[in-house]
């Protein structure tokens, strides 16, 4: 219950979805931690449209990346707005986060994520 009433804090004060969250981590991080292209914690832009920042060796160098200590801090403190859109995204249109499949919504979990945006 401690992890349900923490949950329910990141959903009502960052407006960001534990249930999204929890999919992502559970059935996406733990099996598969740091594989490329399957863990959607290190998910990167394509080769067509390079991502803002470096964070594997395999992402072709651009000199942009020189500064990204100075930037992606920058970014990342706008992360919030991103996710809250992306939730939605995520949930309703694609219904999966990169590889991970997002299985029916259960009708209290629309309901905080309706209500916490």
């Known amino acids: 219950t401690l992890w349900k009433v923490v949950g329910l804090l990141h959903d009502y004060l960052n407006g960001c979805s534990s249930f999204v969250w929890a999919h992502q981590h559970t059935f996406g991080h733990h099996p598969y931690t740091n594989i490329d292209d399957a863990d959607p914690d290190i998910m990167t832009a394509s080769k067509e449209v390079p991502d803002i920042r470096r964070i594997k060796e395999r992402q072709t160098w651009f000199a942009r ?49 309706f209500t916490s945006k």
């Open 65 to 113: 990346y020189i500064g990204q200590h100075i930037y992606v801090p920058i970014l990342y403190s706008l992360l919030s707005i991103k996710t809250r859109l992306q939730d939605f995204t995520i949930l309703f249109v694609i219904r999966k986060d990169g590889a991970i499949r997002i299985n029916a919504i259960p009708p209290h979990e629309l309901a905080i994520i």
